[in-house]
């Protein structure tokens, strides 16, 4: 069974600094995506990763994935408060069209 | 606008009641989800369509029943609510193959009182 684990589950940081969410998974998959959600909103895909040692970009975030060691990084630069929000990883259980979850992890960054 | 879009956005019914959440996107993909959230964040997949056909039937109650007219539409119908099913019920699409992931429509908030 395909488990996905998010670290940390809640993370409060100052507007400034960097930090990174990890992702690790259980099974082997080559493809993981990141999704953000506001409160109250719906969830928006924000980088769709494909094959072992994928990197993308965009703005403060930057999204690894490293499929040997079952772990995906999202990185934030200089975070600033419009960046909170909750944060998830979904890995693709070999094309039976479903994504297994992560948990989320709430990001809050204060002024 | 091109979208996944779901009604009602807000649902406040009582125990024992029957309801139906509506969901339609025009982004051309063939395959519909429904997903559950609870209060916790946590999503769960409850069931998917490619083309109208049923692909994915995870452990839900039987009171769960969706229905595809057509490719483009994904209803979920639910009798006799109970307390627990209170969430946000995600109606999501995607094309096959995943390269672009899923597009997830407003959200339903369901809450039965």
């Known amino acids: 069974e395909l488990k996905v684990e998010q670290n940390p589950l809640f993370l409060s940081m100052q507007e400034g600094k960097n930090y990174t969410i990890y992702c690790n998974y259980s099974?082997?998959?080559?493809?993981l995506y990141w999704y953000r959600q506001d409160p109250g909103k719906s969830l928006e895909s924000l980088f769709v990763l494909l094959s072992n040692g994928a990197v993308k970009q965009e703005g403060r975030l930057m999204a690894s994935l490293d499929t040997k060691a079952r772990l995906s990084t999202l990185h934030i630069t200089a975070a600033v408060h419009d960046l909170s929000a909750t944060y998830f990883c979904a890995v693709d259980l070999d094309s039976n069209y479903q994504l297994i979850w992560g948990a989320g992890t709430k990001l809050i960054i204060k002024p | 606008d091109t979208a996944v879009s779901q009604t009602p956005k807000y649902l406040v019914t009582q125990m024992g009641n029957d309801k139906s959440i509506k969901c339609e996107q025009n982004l051309g993909h063939d395959t519909m989800y429904w997903y559950k959230q609870d209060s916790k964040k946590f999503l769960k997949i409850m069931f998917s369509?490619?083309?109208?056909?049923?692909?994915i039937n995870e452990t839900v109650p039987n009171r769960f029943s969706p229905k595809s007219p057509d490719k483009a539409h994904l209803n979920l119908h639910i009798n006799s609510l109970e307390l627990g099913d209170s969430a946000v019920y995600f109606c999501?699409?995607?094309?096959?193959?995943?390269?672009?992931?899923?597009?997830f429509g407003s959200g339903t908030r369901l809450t039965v009182v």
């Open positions: 999501a699409s995607s094309l096959p193959g995943f390269n672009y992931g899923y597009t």
């Open positions: 369509y490619n083309n109208k056909e049923l692909i």
């Open positions: 099974t082997t998959s080559d493809r």
